[in-house]
């Protein structure tokens, strides 16, 4: 089982007001959609998942919303491949030893790339921030 890839489809980021007092955020992603898909390794193609999700972080009071819509392809065992995408067709399932590494790589991404949005535009930060403490 092996992550090879995350790639964004869409960033919308909405600044509606600047930050006073304080600011709480929720994130919250989402798998969509899983199909499987073809990919050229060199000379040979292999079936992988694509993994389709939306990540969306909301700034409460209301100053704003970000959001990212993209993919994570995931790579395992043909019959591994085509199990999931069986699974999901069926029931909208992943399995959990499956679903945690692809939420959390999401996730890992997408709050990186959130962090750095919200300085470009003078918001605090979408997750906590590590905090010394001396004493």
């Known amino acids: 089982m092996t992550v090879i890839g995350i790639q964004f489809d869409k960033i919308q980021l909405e600044k509606f007001a600047p930050a006073k007092g304080k600011v709480s955020v929720n994130n919250n992603v989402a798998v969509k959609d899983v199909d499987k898909v073809e990919i ?3 000379n040979t193609k292999q079936e992988v998942l694509k993994f389709d ?3 969306k972080a909301n700034y ?3 100053i704003a919303e970000l959001t990212f819509i993209g993919s994570l392809t ?3 065992k043909k019959e591994k ?3 999931l995408a069986a699974g999901w067709k069926k ?3 992943i399995p959990k030893e499956i679903m945690n590494p692809i939420l959390n790589s999401i996730l890992s991404k997408c709050n990186i790339e959130a962090l750095v949005l919200s300085r470009e535009v003078n918001l605090p930060p979408p997750i906590p921030m590590p905090k010394v403490n001396l004493k």
């Open 74 to 76: 995931y790579f395992d």
């Open 60 to 62: 409460d009071p209301k």
């Open 40 to 42: 050229a390794f060199g």
């Open 53 to 55: 999700f939306e990540f």
């Open 91 to 93: 029931d909208k399932k």
């Open 81 to 83: 491949v085509t199990e």
